[in-house]
T-cell receptor, first 115, second 112 residues
Framework: AQTVTQSQPEMSVQEAETVTLSCTYDTSESDYYLFWYKQPPSRQMILVIRQEAYKQQNATENRFSVNFQKAAKSFSLKISDSQLGDAAMYFCAYRSFNTGNQFYFGTGTSLTVIP | KAGVTQTPRYLIKTRGQQVTLSCSPISGHRSVSWYQQTPGQGLQFLFEYFSETQRNKGNFPGRFSGRQFSNSRSEMNVSTLELGDSALYLC???????????FGPGTRLTVT
């Protein structure tokens, strides 16, 4: 089974600074999807960014970008110009290309933004 | 479009009881997945339903079951509740194709 590892249970960043959250995964598949989800204190999980494994170009969504290293099975999230509203739990997730909608989630990184 | 809705939002049950949670997906979404979220374990996949059929299943005991109706609404049932079942239960929906999941707000279950 696929596993997703987030080795940083907690991170903090100064407002307006940049922070990188780490994620590694284990799979024998060549085609898959990777996601970063954000869960603010209100508890509603929302999608931050998604990456298809067959795409070499790193995904970018406004202040959020990823560093996808397929060979290393690494998928880190960079948040630039951090804002107070970025404070949340961030989950890295893996989804197989072939096995329906079974997502595998990491244990999350709690991000604190310091004013 | 309305988002994914879950009812009830909060539940308190006693050990040994059973509980049913409900999830209404986004209109047009045919796949509903359920997750158990606990502080130590993160999100654990329970099962996925697509067009009224269970398509994927996680490693949970048989006390956890689910079903999906023809309108794609899904229910999850937990029988013989244990203290360890206390968690936030999230459901998520997709069209069933290669897209991301959209999550509901969750049901907070407390077992005493």
């Amino acid at each position: 089974a696929q596993t997703v590892t987030q080795s940083q249970p907690e991170m903090s960043v100064q407002e307006a600074e940049t922070v990188t959250l780490s994620c590694t995964y284990d799979t024998s598949e060549s085609d898959y999807y990777l996601f970063w989800y954000k869960q603010p204190p209100s508890r509603q999980m929302i999608l931050v960014i998604r990456q298809e494994a067959y795409k070499q170009q790193n995904a970018t969504e406004n202040r959020f970008s990823v560093n996808f290293q397929k060979a290393a099975k690494s998928f880190s999230l960079k948040i630039s110009d951090s804002q107070l509203g970025d404070a949340a739990m961030y989950f890295c997730a893996y989804r197989s290309f072939n096995t329906g909608n079974q997502f595998y989630f990491g244990t999350g990184t709690s991000l604190t933004v310091i004013p | 479009k309305a988002g994914v809705t879950q009812t009830p939002r909060y539940l308190i049950k006693t050990r040994g009881q059973q509980v049913t949670l409900s999830c209404s997906p986004i209109s047009g979404h045919r796949s509903v997945s359920w997750y158990q979220q606990t502080p130590g374990q993160g999100l654990q996949f329970l099962f996925e339903y697509f067009s009224e059929t269970q398509r994927n299943k996680g490693n949970f005991p048989g006390r956890f079951s689910g079903r999906q109706f023809s309108n794609s609404r899904s229910e999850m049932n937990v029988s013989t509740l244990e203290l360890g079942d206390s968690a936030l239960y999230l459901c998520a929906s997709t069209t069933g194709g290669q897209d991301e999941q959209y999550f509901g707000p969750g049901t907070r279950l407390t077992v005493t």
